[in-house]
């Protein structure tokens, strides 16, 4: 059985797939044209969120059977496509949860307490202190949308800090959390923070636009650790420049990496905190995510 990885795998899971009787393993990153050409030859292909399995890649597999997902989010993948061929598509939801949610209180305090701009100012040779008075999580209302595993690993923290926690999902009624599932415009209306935990879908894409944002609060901030394309990026800088919103915490991006263009407005604004699509970079979630899909796999092909 000829099996590809495409985006990097944790080396752990890499050698337990490699161990396996029969099976043919191959590990390099193929740009879209090079991969087409493979593709006939290989019966599973293993991806993070870099490749893009789409309807021709998906095509071109003549003996696919299965697309492993090293992680959660399925966008990057044409999952109709292959469901159309019969090809399997195989994630590992939660696996990478607590370091998303330890990333997004991460960008949380770097808005509330100007870490990233004191960084730089300091290495600047600049004392900037009286210009960088932040705002305490404590006492303070975060809006989550998206109460799955992600916005509840972040629920569990933001707790410990004495926040008031609101949340949105149209799939989650209640919960046995200190939390309160409220409606969209009620979290729009009452949060200090608003955190994005949902998929993208054709209901998220544009989800925060320029209509949702005048129903925030002056000053609120933004994190978005899911996907770029939930957020209408031009009506972001533009509520950052105007100050309704406070700061923004970005870890994904509509194009990534980001455009020039977004790289000279968005990010190059004071009150934003950016990292490079990080959310579940860890050793250990790497390691989580890995084994549980070759697990997974070895389920499948045995
Ligand atoms: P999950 O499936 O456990 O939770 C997603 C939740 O969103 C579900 O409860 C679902 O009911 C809810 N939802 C769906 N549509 C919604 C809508 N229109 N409004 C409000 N809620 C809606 O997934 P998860 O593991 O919590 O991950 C959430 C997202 O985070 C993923 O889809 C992925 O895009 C993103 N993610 C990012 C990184 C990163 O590196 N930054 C890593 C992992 C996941």
Redesign the pocket.
């Known amino acids: 059985m000829r099996i590809h990885i495409n985006d990097p795998l944790d080396k752990q899971a890499t050698e337990r797939l490699k161990s396996v009787p029969g099976v043919e393993l191959t590990s390099e990153h193929l740009e879209k044209e090079d991969l087409l050409k493979i593709m006939p030859e290989i019966e599973v292909l293993i991806v993070r969120?870099a490749t893009k399995v789409t309807a021709d890649i998906i095509e071109a597999g003549t003996k696919l059977k299965i697309i492993g997902r090293a992680?959660?989010?399925?966008?990057n993948i044409d999952v109709k496509a292959a469901e159309a061929k019969g090809i399997k598509v195989i994630n590992t939801?939660?696996a990478?949860?607590i370091?998303?949610a330890e990333?997004t209180i991460g960008l949380m305090i770097a808005c509330s307490r100007h870490i990233a701009r004191g960084t730089i100012d300091l290495k600047n040779g600049k004392w900037t202190k009286k210009e960088l008075e932040g705002h305490e999580l404590f006492g303070r209302t975060v809006g989550i949308?998206?109460?799955?595993?992600?916005?509840?690993?972040v629920a569990k923290r933001l707790l410990a800090f004495d926040m008031k926690i609101l949340a949105?999902?149209?799939?989650?009624k209640e919960t046995d959390m200190n939390v309160k599932m409220v409606d969209?415009d009620t979290l729009y209306k009452e949060s200090d923070y608003i955190t994005?935990?949902?998929?993208?879908?054709p209901?998220?894409k544009n989800?925060i636009n320029k209509e949702t944002i005048s129903k925030m609060k002056d000053g609120v901030i933004i994190i978005n650790?899911?996907?770029g394309g939930i957020i209408d990026e031009e009506a972001l800088y533009e509520a950052l420049v105007s100050g309704k919103v406070y700061a923004a915490g970005l870890?994904?991006f509509e194009v990534e990496p980001p455009t020039d263009e977004l790289r000279q407005k968005l990010l190059a604004l004071p009150n934003v905190v950016a990292t490079p699509?990080?959310?579940?970079?860890t050793f250990e979630a790497q390691e989580r995510v890995g084994m549980l899909l070759v697990e997974r796999l070895i389920k499948e092909i045995a």
């Open positions: 969120s992680g959660t989010g399925l966008d939801p939660g990478n949860s370091s998303v990333l949308i998206g109460f799955g595993n992600i916005g509840r690993e949105y999902d149209p799939f989650v969209l994005i935990h949902v998929p993208l879908t209901e998220t989800l650790a899911a996907r870890d994904v699509h990080i959310g579940a970079s």
